[in-house]
Nanobody
Framework: QVQLVESGGGLVQAGESLRLSCAAS????????MGWYRQAPGKQRELVAL???????NYADSVKGRFTISKDNAKNTVYLQMNSLKPEDTAVYYC??????????????WGKGTLVTVSS
């Protein structure tokens, strides 16, 4: 079994920063990619940032230049550094990972989410 546990959400004012963490644990052979999604009230879940096993990254246009995704392979952990936060960044942030428990048998896993609230 695989678990993703997020931490680091909270309430901040516009312009401030937060750092989210997501640690994967359990029976893991390899991690192909990890990423962050978010879902604001009344909106669909959207990709925020993604990082592959090779270190390639992808960001939503709305967060480019403000958010940085990184990972610690030894800890099976992905981070999202969020700077210059805006009220429109308010959402529940979900960690996602493409994990192989056996070679070539990848599956998608999700964390339970962490709330980020940015006040104006």
């Amino acid at each position: 079994q695989v678990q993703l546990v997020e931490s680091g959400g909270g309430l901040v004012q516009a312009g401030e920063s937060l750092r989210l963490s997501c640690a994967a644990s359990g029976s893991i052979f390899s991690i192909n990619a990890m990423g962050w999604y978010r879902q604001a009230p009344g909106k669909q879940r959207e990709l925020v940032a993604l990082i592959t096993s090779g270190g390639s990254t992808n960001y939503a246009d709305s967060v480019k230049g403000r958010f940085t995704i990184s990972k610690d392979n030894a800890k099976n952990t992905v981070y999202l550094q969020m700077n210059s936060l805006k009220p429109e960044d308010t959402a529940v942030y979900y960690c996602n990972a493409d994990i192989e428990r056996l070679p070539n048998y990848g599956m998608d896993y999700w964390g339970k989410g962490t709330l980020v609230t940015v006040s104006s």
